[in-house]
Protein backbone atom coordinates (compact mmCIF):
# COMPACT_ATOMS: atom_id res chain seq x y z
CA UNK A 1 0.00 0.00 0.00
CA UNK A 2 2.88 2.44 0.71
CA UNK A 3 4.91 1.01 -2.44
CA UNK A 4 1.65 2.20 -4.53
CA UNK A 5 0.84 5.82 -2.85
CA UNK A 6 4.88 6.77 -3.24
CA UNK A 7 4.14 5.53 -6.58
CA UNK A 8 1.51 8.16 -6.91
CA UNK A 9 3.40 10.64 -5.65
CA UNK A 10 6.38 10.32 -7.79
CA UNK A 11 4.16 10.23 -10.69
CA UNK A 12 2.12 13.42 -9.73
CA UNK A 13 5.42 15.03 -8.98
CA UNK A 14 6.83 14.45 -12.33
CA UNK A 15 3.31 15.79 -14.31
CA UNK A 16 4.11 18.91 -12.46
CA UNK A 17 7.52 19.25 -13.42
CA UNK A 18 6.70 18.81 -17.01
CA UNK A 19 4.27 21.12 -17.04
CA UNK A 20 6.54 23.31 -15.41
CA UNK A 21 9.45 22.95 -17.91
CA UNK A 22 6.94 23.02 -20.75
CA UNK A 23 4.12 25.59 -20.28
CA UNK A 24 0.96 24.82 -21.47
CA UNK A 25 0.95 27.57 -23.67
CA UNK A 26 0.18 27.11 -27.30
CA UNK A 27 3.15 28.22 -29.48
CA UNK A 28 2.06 25.90 -32.43
CA UNK A 29 0.95 27.35 -35.97
CA UNK A 30 -0.46 26.05 -38.78
CA UNK A 31 1.66 25.00 -41.83
CA UNK A 32 0.40 27.76 -44.48
CA UNK A 33 1.89 30.60 -41.71
CA UNK A 34 5.25 31.70 -42.83
CA UNK A 35 7.10 33.68 -40.05
CA UNK A 36 8.32 36.75 -40.93
CA UNK A 37 9.72 39.16 -38.58
CA UNK A 38 10.16 38.27 -34.06
CA UNK A 39 9.96 41.68 -32.47
CA UNK A 40 10.87 41.95 -28.77
CA UNK A 41 10.84 44.93 -26.59
CA UNK A 42 10.35 46.90 -23.46
CA UNK A 43 8.03 49.63 -22.53
CA UNK A 44 6.93 50.96 -19.54
CA UNK A 45 3.66 51.81 -17.88
CA UNK A 46 1.05 54.18 -19.76
CA UNK A 47 3.70 54.74 -22.91
CA UNK A 48 3.44 53.27 -26.11
CA UNK A 49 5.52 51.99 -29.00
CA UNK A 50 5.15 52.47 -32.27
CA UNK A 51 5.58 50.32 -34.73
CA UNK A 52 4.55 50.16 -38.96
CA UNK A 53 3.53 47.13 -41.17
CA UNK A 54 4.20 47.14 -44.48
CA UNK A 55 3.63 43.89 -46.13
CA UNK A 56 0.35 42.91 -47.79
CA UNK A 57 -1.66 40.28 -47.23
CA UNK A 58 -3.56 38.67 -44.29
CA UNK A 59 -1.06 39.12 -41.86
CA UNK A 60 -1.34 37.20 -38.54
CA UNK A 61 0.22 39.59 -35.41
CA UNK A 62 1.05 37.00 -32.31
CA UNK A 63 2.31 38.80 -28.84
CA UNK A 64 3.25 37.44 -26.15
CA UNK A 65 3.95 39.56 -22.78
CA UNK A 66 7.12 37.80 -21.10
CA UNK A 67 6.54 40.40 -17.88
CA UNK A 68 4.14 42.81 -17.19
CA UNK A 69 1.24 43.67 -19.69
CA UNK A 70 1.64 44.46 -22.79
CA UNK A 71 -1.42 45.58 -25.19
CA UNK A 72 -1.57 45.23 -29.11
CA UNK A 73 -3.85 48.16 -30.81
CA UNK A 74 -3.72 47.94 -34.49
CA UNK A 75 -5.05 50.70 -37.40
CA UNK A 76 -4.88 51.63 -41.26
CA UNK A 77 -5.94 54.92 -40.51
CA UNK A 78 -3.24 56.23 -38.16
CA UNK A 79 0.13 55.27 -37.60
CA UNK A 80 -0.10 55.86 -33.80
CA UNK A 81 -3.09 53.83 -32.87
CA UNK A 82 -3.92 54.00 -29.31
CA UNK A 83 -7.05 52.58 -26.90
CA UNK A 84 -8.75 55.77 -28.05
CA UNK A 85 -8.05 55.62 -31.76
CA UNK A 86 -7.97 51.58 -33.29
CA UNK A 87 -9.40 49.58 -35.28
CA UNK A 88 -8.39 46.00 -34.39
CA UNK A 89 -7.28 45.61 -30.52
CA UNK A 90 -6.14 42.84 -28.23
CA UNK A 91 -5.67 43.89 -24.53
CA UNK A 92 -5.73 40.22 -22.85
CA UNK A 93 -3.46 39.64 -20.05
CA UNK A 94 -1.87 36.95 -21.65
CA UNK A 95 -1.21 36.32 -25.55
CA UNK A 96 -2.32 38.84 -27.80
CA UNK A 97 -3.41 38.15 -31.22
CA UNK A 98 -4.69 40.00 -34.08
CA UNK A 99 -5.70 39.34 -37.62
CA UNK A 100 -4.59 42.17 -40.00
CA UNK A 101 -6.83 41.62 -43.14
CA UNK A 102 -5.01 41.99 -46.24
CA UNK A 103 -7.78 44.89 -47.45
CA UNK A 104 -6.51 46.83 -45.41
CA UNK A 105 -4.65 49.85 -46.76
CA UNK A 106 -1.05 49.78 -45.88
CA UNK A 107 0.71 51.20 -44.14
CA UNK A 108 -0.61 49.38 -41.04
CA UNK A 109 0.25 51.38 -37.45
CA UNK A 110 0.78 49.26 -34.98
CA UNK A 111 1.02 50.42 -31.01
CA UNK A 112 2.33 48.65 -28.36
CA UNK A 113 0.83 49.85 -24.86
CA UNK A 114 1.93 49.05 -21.76
CA UNK A 115 -0.36 48.59 -19.26
CA UNK A 116 -0.15 51.06 -16.17
CA UNK A 117 -1.03 47.95 -13.42
CA UNK A 118 3.17 46.72 -14.29
CA UNK A 119 5.88 49.65 -13.75
CA UNK A 120 7.46 47.64 -17.37
CA UNK A 121 6.35 45.04 -19.56
CA UNK A 122 8.43 42.83 -21.80
CA UNK A 123 7.20 41.25 -24.96
CA UNK A 124 8.01 39.66 -28.16
CA UNK A 125 5.34 39.51 -31.16
CA UNK A 126 5.66 37.30 -33.80
CA UNK A 127 4.34 38.13 -37.23
CA UNK A 128 3.14 35.14 -39.39
CA UNK A 129 1.92 35.83 -43.49
CA UNK A 130 -1.28 34.27 -44.09
CA UNK A 131 -0.39 31.93 -47.71
CA UNK A 132 -3.91 31.05 -47.84
CA UNK A 133 -5.88 34.06 -47.88
CA UNK A 134 -7.77 34.50 -51.37
CA UNK A 135 -5.03 36.92 -53.02
CA UNK A 136 -7.04 39.28 -55.55
CA UNK A 137 -7.20 37.46 -58.96
CA UNK A 138 -6.53 40.79 -60.69
CA UNK A 139 -3.16 41.47 -59.38
CA UNK A 140 -0.89 39.52 -61.59
CA UNK A 141 2.23 40.86 -60.40
CA UNK A 142 3.11 38.47 -57.99
CA UNK A 143 2.79 35.20 -60.38
CA UNK A 144 4.80 36.99 -63.59
CA UNK A 145 8.18 36.91 -64.07
CA UNK A 146 10.79 38.50 -66.21
CA UNK A 147 10.53 35.88 -68.44
CA UNK A 148 6.83 35.48 -69.13
CA UNK A 149 6.44 31.99 -66.60
CA UNK A 150 3.99 31.59 -64.01
CA UNK A 151 6.02 31.73 -61.00
CA UNK A 152 4.27 32.48 -58.29
CA UNK A 153 7.00 34.71 -55.33
CA UNK A 154 6.65 34.26 -51.89
CA UNK A 155 6.69 37.51 -49.68
CA UNK A 156 9.91 38.45 -48.61
CA UNK A 157 10.42 40.22 -45.34
CA UNK A 158 12.79 43.06 -45.05
CA UNK A 159 13.96 45.59 -41.69
CA UNK A 160 12.04 47.88 -43.42
CA UNK A 161 8.41 45.96 -42.69
CA UNK A 162 8.83 46.70 -39.06
CA UNK A 163 10.57 49.70 -37.93
CA UNK A 164 9.96 51.19 -34.90
CA UNK A 165 9.68 55.24 -34.98
CA UNK A 166 9.71 56.57 -32.16
CA UNK A 167 10.56 54.70 -29.45
CA UNK A 168 14.40 54.27 -30.37
CA UNK A 169 14.42 58.14 -31.02
CA UNK A 170 13.27 58.89 -27.14
CA UNK A 171 15.46 56.47 -25.73
CA UNK A 172 18.67 58.10 -27.12
CA UNK A 173 17.10 61.47 -27.18
CA UNK A 174 16.81 60.85 -23.14
CA UNK A 175 19.97 59.04 -22.92
CA UNK A 176 22.02 62.35 -24.44
CA UNK A 177 20.14 64.91 -22.22
CA UNK A 178 21.00 62.60 -19.21
CA UNK A 179 24.41 63.04 -19.80
CA UNK A 180 23.91 66.63 -20.54
CA UNK A 181 22.97 66.84 -17.23
CA UNK A 182 25.46 65.21 -15.69
CA UNK A 183 28.28 67.32 -17.19
CA UNK A 184 26.37 70.70 -16.05
CA UNK A 185 25.73 69.52 -12.61
Given at each position: ??????ALVVALLLSQ????????????????????????????????????????????????????????????KTLRPSFDTY?????????????????????????????????????????????????????????????????????????????????IFWTILIGLL????????
Open positions: MMLCCSAKGFLHPSEDDSVPEEWVLLHVVQGHIGAGNYSYLRLNHDGKIILQMRSLKGDADLYVSDKLQSTTCGQDVVVVPGDFVRPVGIGIYGHPSHLESEFEMRVFYDQTAPQDPFDRSPYTSEDGQGQQKFPQATEEDFQEEESKIIVEILF
